[in-house]
């Protein structure tokens, strides 16, 4: 009977409770008078890095792989295959990516007709030379697997000299099946000595597989170097198509150009003729890196999108000389050693650049040049008060890891920095709230790890160093843009916009954060050869930085799947309101804004799809898009669709 008795009680309970768990009220209280901190606008940055086709492929406008020979033209086409069995393509053509592992240029005129020439160079070690035999037969080379539209214009160059006599030298732009589908340019007075040739073509037909021929007939050898292929529509060597999308991102700040690629990399190859800059083997990740892309050419694309250079400098095999010498380069007067280089490359007045990443994830062992912390520690202390030299405007940003390794660096080296940075990635999980949740609640949970560091280290409170977030985004497979070209999905825009909530919330400590990256490898942009769209993660940052408001207030919250950030506007004119429902259904609420009235319509902007895998794609590139939308309040209560991010303005109106 006392067991029947216990029973009954228990079953009341949990009838109660869930009676009671029926009844409450989703809300979300915005408590409009708690502001905190201001919203640093650098939390919009964005970082692109030498890896994949980010640059090469991306944002450069180049069309020629290993333009400048980096492997010999042996005929082989072993460097096309696919790279390390990965099932990948580009989008648009549904061929496998590749990652050029040998050349990609062909022989026209069987094998014997080409050699690689390594004395005295045009450019790097060796330029590719044709030996004529005074037939009537071409010999030549080719470069297949370029991507041209009908009615285009393609410019470009190359570099001749020969040995003996040349009769026929042409430039050749070939589409389609046909012999006759082709474009002509002679090549004419070609010499004993270097000379640059332009030619310009118009496509005759829209092709994947279109091929750029350099042939010849007559007697001796010519030395081909330095090849070049752009649309003409090439804006100082980058693409319109990208940059207009750039553009609309409007990051603030572009951190570059690494990444694990500057640990290895020589900022004396990118400067100087673009022509002769060494082509080298990208020494962290695969593929060539062409130099065509140096410190000249990412500071004009900083003017270009109007944004603010960040540099990256190259503390892993590098050494204290060779990294003031860059600081100088690109800082220092006309009338300093490196300002005379800078000068004599075209740009005279020095650039303003204030934010420096003093090396990159120093603390993995994969990075190159990888130390003890006890060491690293020392060496970047030196390093800043090296840099502090020639340049005191100088702000840095140390290498930081939550862990040790962070607060290491905090304890001993917290007059040597301005920000230290942290870096997160996160992994695909089946469930929708929990693969958004992952990036908001890493971001929570950075957040307290230097809270505690604050705590912990004497005087580092007052210190008041920030985080520089210069690494975070969503990575998985597959990769379908190339090296590490990852498609994002609905889920994932859901993901970041819960991350930009926690960095709001949490804006006395977040200074900067560079979304990692911004086209093909992990980027907000795709571009395949010819078409160039946003990501869904790339609409939501949009969203946010065109709209969201820079006065954060708290928000109280009880909705299951749900988070809301709120901010004033500058001039506190209106609230605004971002929520992100992760669930699959939709959902209600009861908002409460103190000292406002919510008004029967809020009017704002959403991305939203009942498909939480949904992705853009080049012919639908709206799939995930930014619509307006007026929502309809009733007594307060606010309704929102499944998989959804919308943000609506509460104008300032006293209660």
Request: hydrophobic fraction near 40%; proline fraction near 5%.
């Amino acid at each position: 009977m006392r067991y029947l008795s216990v029973s009954f009680l228990g079953v009341l309970s949990i009838a109660v409770l869930f009676s009671l768990s029926c009844c409450a009220q989703s809300t979300v209280h915005v408590r409009a008078e708690a502001e905190g901190e201001p919203i640093s606008p650098y939390v919009y940055g964005q970082f692109i890095e030498h890896l994949g086709r980010c640059i090469y492929g991306g944002i450069w406008a180049e069309m020629l792989e290993d333009r400048k020979f980096l492997y010999p033209v042996d005929g082989s086409r072993e460097g096309w295959g696919m790279h390390r069995g990965q099932e990948n393509s580009w989008e648009g053509d549904g061929k496998p990516y590749e990652i050029l592992e040998a050349s990609p240029w062909q022989i026209m005129g069987g094998q014997e007709a080409v050699f690689m020439n390594k004395e005295a160079p045009f450019c790097g070690e060796q330029d590719c030379a044709v030996k004529l035999d005074n037939s009537e037969d071409w010999r030549g080379i080719y470069h297949p697997r370029l991507a041209v539209e009908k009615g285009k214009d393609y410019e470009g160059y190359v570099y001749l000299r020969c040995e003996g006599e040349v009769k026929e030298a042409q430039a050749v732009l070939q589409w389609g099946s046909e012999s006759t589908q082709e474009a002509v340019v002679a090549l004419q007075d070609i010499n004993d000595s270097f000379k640059q040739l332009a030619f310009q073509f118009t496509a005759g037909e829209a092709d994947d597989d279109a091929r750029l021929a350099f042939r010849f007939t007559g007697e001796g050898r010519v030395f081909i170097a330095s090849p070049s292929l752009m649309p003409t529509d090439q804006v100082e060597g980058f693409r319109p198509d990208v940059l207009t999308l750039m553009r609309e991102l409007d990051a603030p700040i572009y951190r570059w150009p690494g990444g694990n690629f500057v640990s290895g990399y020589d900022w004396r190859d990118g400067v100087g003729d673009r022509d002769k800059r060494p082509p080298r083997k990208n020494p962290a990740w695969t593929g060539v890196e062409h130099n065509d892309v140096g410190i000249h050419e990412f500071m004009r694309l900083c003017e270009l999108i109007h944004t603010e250079p960040f540099v990256a400098l190259n503390t892993g095999l590098s050494d204290i000389e060779s990294i003031v010498e860059e600081v100088t380069y690109i800082t220092g007067a006309a009338d300093t050693e490196e300002g005379k280089k800078r000068a004599a490359n075209g740009r005279t007045e020095p650039w303003k650049v204030v934010w420096w990443a003093v090396g990159n994830e120093m603390y993995g062992e994969w990075q190159l040049g990888h130390m003890p912390l006890e060491d690293y520690v020392k060496k970047h202390n030196a390093l800043v008060e090296a840099i502090r030299v020639v340049s005191p405007e100088a702000k840095c940003v140390a290498v930081g890891n939550a862990g040790p390794w962070s607060e290491t660096m905090l304890t001993n080296c917290s007059e040597h920095m301005e920000l230290i940075s942290e870096h997160l990635y996160w992994q695909h999980i089946n469930n929708v709230v929990h693969h958004s949740w992952k990036a908001m609640n890493d971001v929570e949970r950075l957040a307290s790890d230097h809270r505690r560091y604050r705590e912990k280290i004497p005087g580092l409170e007052d210190k008041d160093i920030r985080i520089a977030l210069d690494e975070w985004n969503y990575w998985y497979g597959p990769n379908k843009y190339g090296e590490l070209g990852v498609r994002y999905l609905m889920r994932d825009a859901l993901g970041c916009a819960g991350a930009l909530h926690a960095m709001f919330r949490n804006s006395d400590l977040f200074y900067m954060a560079n979304y990692a990256q911004t086209v093909n490898v992990l980027g907000a942009i795709k571009a395949s050869k010819t078409r160039a769209f946003m990501e869904s993660t790339g609409k939501a940052l949009v969203l946010y930085r065109k709209y969201f408001g820079t006065l954060p207030v708290t928000v109280q919250q009880n909705v299951s799947g749900v988070d809301v950030a709120a901010a004033w506007t500058t001039d506190h004119s209106a609230l605004t309101l971002a929520v992100v429902n992760a669930n699959g259904k939709p959902v209600s609420f009861q908002l409460e804004v103190d000292g406002l009235e919510v008004p029967e319509s809020l009017h704002g902007w959403q991305i939203q799809n009942d498909d939480p895998d949904m992705v853009n794609e080049a012919d639908t590139p709206d799939s995930v898009s930014i619509k307006d939308v007026v929502l309809e309040v009733s007594k307060n209560t606010v309704n929102l669709p499944p998989y959804s991010i919308t943000l609506v303005r509460i104008p300032k109106s006293e209660r």
